[in-house]
T-cell receptor, first 111, second 114 residues
Framework: KAGVTQTPRYLIKTRGQQVTLSCSPI?????VSWYQQTPGQGLQFLFE???????NKGNFPGRFSGRQFSNSRSEMNVSTLELGDSALYLC??????????FGSGTRLTVV | DQQVKQNSPSLSVQEGRISILNCDYT??????FLWYKKYPAEGPTFLIS?????DKNEDGRFTVFLNKSAKHLSLHIVPSQPGDSAVYFC?????????????FGKGTKLSVKP
């Protein structure tokens, strides 16, 4: 079966712009989580959506937001981009909150 | 304050020998632990997991040990192969309403030399 698909794979944006990243989970998975990976901070939890509702939220500013659609696909949005937002953004889907499968990520570079 | 710590940033092992990667955690509410392997610019790949009600789980060359009293877990890879060279992340999951939130250590880079 198809894995977790994240688009786009690479993105370059300018400071102050906004960006939307997409994640299509494994078919049947209703939980989608987002993570930010940077060299200094490692993998940090952004938020989790389950059945179109945000169930958990990490310690990130309000510029980071997300949503989940009825087909479980999820998007995350970052507004007013800062240089420090440059990172690999990963999403993970889960059916049972025991197995978490990650996508390949979106590499965002803010210039 | 790091709740999950991998204190060794790197580990070098000879092919065929055992690799032992360690992880410590501080929150006794964590009820499930996972190990992931990651290559640069790719997503983490799940390796093995363990529930807090167990102290050992095996899957092929990979074994995870959990010592709840010490809040410590370790991943053993036997025998180590050059293809195992990657960054390994330990992750912990909270229970109840925090189930969707994995808390990761900062990783250990394993190099297996032929």
């Amino acid at each position: 079966k198809a894995g977790v698909t994240q688009t786009p794979r690479y993105l370059i944006k300018t400071r102050g712009q906004q960006v939307t990243l997409s994640c299509s989970p494994i078919s049947g998975h209703r939980s989608v989580s987002w993570y930010q990976q940077t060299p200094g901070q490692g993998l940090q939890f952004l938020f989790e959506y389950f059945s179109e509702t945000q169930r958990n939220k990490g310690n990130f500013p309000g510029r980071f937001s997300g949503r989940q659609f009825s087909n479980s696909r999820s998007e995350m949005n970052v507004s007013t981009l800062e240089l420090g937002d440059s990172a690999l953004y990963l999403c993970a889907s889960s059916w049972d909150n025991y197995g978490y499968t990650f996508g390949s990520g979106t590499r965002l570079t803010v210039v | 304050d790091q709740q999950v710590k991998q204190n060794s940033p790197s580990l070098s092992v000879q092919e065929g020998r055992i690799s032992i990667l360690n992880c410590d955690y501080t929150n006794s509410m964590f009820d499930y632990f996972l190990w992931y392997k990651k290559y640069p610019a790719e997503g983490p790949t799940f390796l093995i997991s363990i529930s807090s009600i167990k102290d050992k789980n095996e899957d092929g060359r990979f074994t995870v040990f959990l010592n709840k009293s010490a809040k410590h877990l370790s991943l053993h890879i036997v025998p180590s192969q050059p293809g195992d060279s990657a960054v390994y992340f330990c992750a912990a999951r909270g229970n109840g309403g925090s189930q969707g939130n994995l808390i990761f250590g900062k990783g250990t880079k394993l190099s297996v030399k032929p």
